[in-house]
């Protein structure tokens, strides 16, 4: 059984301007012991996913679909089950490592509040866990009487992880854990958690948008763009293989030093990421897309298989225009 | 390889250097708190630029990379006159700077944030026009009017038809088209060097590529110099000619971007280097520590403390070990074009890496 298994899950963010529909049906899983990397650009929904595992959003938002976290359903549970569920369930280290901690308390004892709040133990073994834990993400155990500002970025983000492992939670939710940091830093940060991921057996949900990053960390790739799963597959195929042009796209915007393709040639997409209350018709990337054709513009493509364990929604695919032409009649 | 690659695109690089810095030196003072100054307690400056020598050819870019607190944007601040160097000079075209506001005419910088560079309550129109006028320039050279050199400047920048751009405000563009907007604020007062502090750094990965076509294609066309501030050395290998890698203020090495990339001759570039993500990569060496604090900077080469060649007794299997910590040094020419400050490599030491 999967961890986590998300199923047609959609979002709606509602404003003043009407319903945004941030995440439009995504679907999937994630073993014990494996990475998803979740990537994409800004606004293309990859952390209202996160959020939404854990029910982060405001009351108002439309969370539809179903989010089964080890067999439970997130989106059912009551209020009490659902306290529990966060933190030792799920826990989620976020980017702003640096506003995430609270400035007027030792670190230690942040970290013991998430222990004794769950009522794992008590203020004295919470503190003995603690000091286990800053060892277990590469701190020295007297760091556990400093407080945030004297310590680094990395130091903090470091913090950070040892409160998302407090109460031994089966998944880790990193959104843009390492965007903050220095490239040597992020280097140790990534180094680490993969480290930790296979020791305790982690499920991870690792999203950023910086697909070099995901490359080095993830098991398996879910690119997203406008709120879907576009590609998804074992990490080095869809990087280095991809079958979506979007994929394809984002991969060129990380060359890979001594590549000659890329010498002085930069290369990007025209346009911009879709105005989530404005989706193009059809496949929602084919304004921009190099490789799109007439039926683009009007048949919206699925994800279909790709070949070696991937699917790809794209009508490009071996099989993809008919199957999808049978889909709408 | 990199004959090769050389050979793949003709770059308009001329010899006539158009930018010299010569051994600037910039120091912050330290900040101590009351009760600190009433116990006597003195705060160590920090270095932000310790000595640095750089040269900008026409038609080249550079890329100037390092981690952060190295000094590198410090040195693109000084070098647009930002801040004033306690030691050292800037030269523009063989001359040290004297009229400041004709300098920045010629000498323009792009920031990081498109967003926080353009001012929310002008239209974009009043935006591009308002650099003409700061610089008192009411017609262009061949007698255009404002509206022809913002019009010029936009459709320069990859924003056509540049009339459906005159009354839009910031907020309604997307980050890439802001970007645009702030480089066609500089385009319009036609200068001869861009500096760019990490100008794709904000934007989305797809949207970056263009930014980065459009900086070239400006070089190429009006063989505008570029110096690119980076901590991304896979940009340095799709943009620059040349690339300088800085460190605690000083450049430690610098080359044709071929060589410093691909045959790194310093440990710290060498350190980098190894960092850029890939896959399988996890198992790598990474260096240990944090960026080092620029108030503390450690007797002999800077470097040393955190130097794998030093920590894993490379350098004193070679005798260098004592000349690392206690002798600072500058940049040799070890190769022809390559320049590093690396007591080991200077011996003929481990080049390859």
Redesign the interface.
């Known amino acids: 059984m999967s961890v986590l298994s998300v199923r047609d899950l959609s979002v709606t963010y509602q404003t003043t301007g009407g319903g945004v529909p941030a995440v439009r049906g995504v679907t999937f899983d994630i073993d014990r012991g494996e990475v998803l990397g979740l990537a994409g650009e800004s606004g293309c929904g990859k952390s209202t996913i996160g959020a939404a595992i854990l029910r982060l959003h405001a009351a108002a938002t439309k969370i539809e679909g179903t989010i089964l976290l080890d067999g439970e359903n997130v989106l059912e549970m009551k209020p009490g089950r659902l306290r529990a569920a966060r933190w030792s369930g799920a826990s989620i280290v976020f980017q702003g490592a640096l506003h995430a901690l609270n400035p007027v308390k030792r670190v230690g004892d942040q970290i013991v509040e998430a222990i004794t709040t769950h009522q794992l133990a008590g203020d004295r073994e919470a503190k003995v866990r603690a000091g286990a834990l800053l060892e277990q993400v590469g701190l020295p155990p007297r760091r556990i009487d400093d407080y945030p500002h004297e310590l680094s970025g990395g130091q903090k983000q470091r913090i950070m992880i040892a409160m998302a492992l407090a109460c031994n939670p089966s998944l880790v939710i990193a959104d843009e854990p390492t965007t903050a940091l220095d490239v040597i830093v992020q280097a140790q940060v990534l180094r680490l958690m993969r480290g930790l991921e296979r020791e305790l057996g982690l499920a991870m949900l690792f999203i950023t948008h910086d697909l070099s990053v995901l490359l080095e960390v993830s098991d398996r790739l879910a690119i997203m763009y406008a709120g879907k799963i576009v590609e998804e597959g074992p990490a080095e195929q869809v990087f280095h293989h991809s079958r979506h042009p979007y994929t394809a796209a984002l991969a060129a915007a990380f060359p890979e030093i001594g590549d000659i393709r890329f010498r002085h040639r930069p290369s990007g997409l025209g346009g911009d990421p879709p105005d989530p209350q404005d989706i193009p018709p059809g496949c929602s990337f084919h304004p921009r897309c190099p490789k799109a054709f007439e039926d683009c513009s009007s048949v919206e493509p699925h994800l279909y298989p790709a070949g070696d364990g991937r699917r790809a929604a794209c009508l490009l695919i071996e099989g993809a225009l008919a199957s999808a032409k049978d889909g709408a009649r | 390889?990199s004959d090769?690659?050389a050979a793949?695109?003709e770059?308009p690089v001329s010899d006539r250097p158009v930018l010299e810095v010569r051994d600037i030196e910039v120091n912050f003072a330290g900040r101590i708190g009351v009760f600190g100054a009433m116990l006597g307690k003195k705060a160590a400056d920090a270095k932000a630029v310790a000595g640095v020598d750089l040269t900008l050819h026409e038609g080249e870019v550079l890329a100037l990379a390092g981690?952060?607190g190295c000094g590198k944007t410090t040195l693109a601040r000084v070098i647009m006159g930002l801040i004033k160097p306690q030691r050292g000079s800037v030269l523009y075209l063989g001359e040290p700077i004297k009229d400041l506001r004709a300098y920045r005419r010629r000498v323009q910088m792009v920031f990081q944030d498109p967003t926080a560079a353009l001012n929310p309550r002008q239209t974009i129109y009043e935006i591009i026009a308002e650099a003409l006028r700061i610089h008192r320039i009411h017609e262009g050279p061949n007698g255009e009017s404002e509206e022809q050199l913002v019009a010029r400047a936009l459709s320069r920048a990859g924003l056509r038809p540049p009339d459906r751009f005159y009354l839009l405000y910031p907020h309604e563009l997307?980050?890439?088209?802001r970007q645009r907007v702030v480089i066609a604020s500089t385009m319009v007062l036609d200068p001869q060097i861009i500096v760019a502090d990490e100008p794709v750094s904000n934007l989305?990965?797809?949207?970056?590529?263009?930014?980065?076509?459009l900086l070239?294609k400006l070089r190429e066309e009006l063989r505008i110099s570029l110096l690119i501030v980076t901590?991304d050395?896979?940009l340095a290998?799709?943009?620059a000619d040349r690339v300088a890698i800085m460190y605690l203020g000083r450049i430690v090495e610098i080359g044709p971007?071929?060589e410093v990339?691909?045959r790194p001759l310093h440990p710290y570039t060498k350190?980098?280097?190894?960092?850029?993500?890939?896959?399988?990569?996890?198992d790598r060496p990474?260096?240990?520590g944090?960026?080092p604090d620029p108030t503390r900077i450690p007797p002999g080469c800077r470097f040393h403390v955190r130097c794998p060649e030093v920590t894993t007794g490379r350098a004193a299997a070679a005798g260098v070990e004592p000349k690392c910590t206690g002798e600072d040094l500058g940049l040799t020419e070890l190769r022809p074009g390559h320049f590093a400050a690396c007591h080991l490599a200077a011996m003929g030491g481990p080049a390859e890496g």
């Open positions: 390889m090769e690659a793949v695109v770059t981690e952060s997307s980050g890439g088209q989305d990965a797809s949207v970056r590529g263009e930014i980065l076509s070239m901590h050395l896979g290998w799709t943009v971007a071929e990339l691909q350190a980098l280097l190894a960092v850029v993500p890939e896959a399988g990569g996890v990474i260096l240990a944090e960026p």
